[in-house]
């Protein structure tokens, strides 16, 4: 009983992060961007969020629905930019969720969300470079990188300062984790 | 908030990869030069870093052309006057090789850099 109870609280959990992920997205499109790949990645917040807080197929289906709805929000659903976005995504997400449950004593949410966005920018410009605009796409990696790694590090700082305080994720933790310690 | 031990070691990796990067990446452009080999018939391009021979087939006969350490000079030629191998070694871009009786004009192309060759009027 007590198990079903944590799972209906758990696929809550999922609703609302992706819900937040629709919000930042939508958020994040109003903010201008002088080449069309090129952003600052605020709906990775929740997905940060949710690596302290779901298990992995949870999580798995959490980054689903991000990438969906990015791709709906952005306009991009039915073209080739959701391979890109897909990817990046997908491989940051799972890099990230394993880098916290590996080395949670190593390393704070900064480490982790700028491994991310740095594995996020690597593997959509591979994709970019091998599917669709061939090597000269690595031309435009360093102005990437470099405001790619900016916003993962001011991504993390804000994400230690959450967990750190918020009162809502310690109670989640606690009804979420209560049966299994 | 406080910073952990892995946090530090991944920033200075990341900033290590990405100057690391950057200046690849530009330093590579510098020294993308080609030589572009003209014939009546075909262009024929050369990266100008490989070190290699070539036999190029002119309307006279074959000219030797080699590339040797960013140089390319002609080894031999069917011609009389034999001025393109007086010519010497060409490595800069915009400067070139010419022979007329053979119809072969060897130049190099790519993008321009700092110091620039002194040009062949003011030789």
Known sequence: ?181 | MKLKPGDIIIIIIAMGAITFLTFSLFSNQVNNKNCHIITPEKEYIYPLHIDQSIEIKGSLGISHIEIKNNHVHMLSSPCSLKTCIKRGEISEVGSWIACLPNKILIIIKGKKSEKAEIDILSE
């Open chain 1, 1 to 181: 009983m007590k198990k079903q109870k944590s799972i209906s609280f758990q696929s809550n959990i999922v609703a609302l992060l992706a819900a937040c992920c629709i919000f930042l997205s939508a958020f994040e499109y109003i903010i201008p961007k002088p080449i069309p790949f090129l952003r600052i990645g605020l709906a990775n917040l929740p997905i940060l969020i949710g690596i302290t807080l779901l298990p992995f197929p949870a999580f798995l289906l959490l980054i689903c629905m991000k990438v969906c709805f990015q791709g709906l929000i952005y306009g991009t659903f039915f073209s080739h930019i959701i391979i890109l976005s897909a990817g990046g995504t997908f491989s940051s997400s799972i890099a990230m969720f394993f880098l916290y449950k590996f080395c949670k004593k190593y390393i704070s949410f900064i480490g982790i969300s700028v491994t991310g966005a740095l594995l996020s920018n690597t593997v959509q410009l591979y994709l970019a470079g091998l599917l669709f605009f061939g090597p000269s796409v690595w031309l435009i990696s360093p102005p990437f990188y470099i405001i790619g790694g900016i916003a993962g590090l001011l991504l993390g700082v804000f994400t230690n300062t959450f967990t750190g305080k918020s009162m809502w994720l310690t109670q989640c933790r606690e009804l979420l984790y209560a049966d299994n310690s």
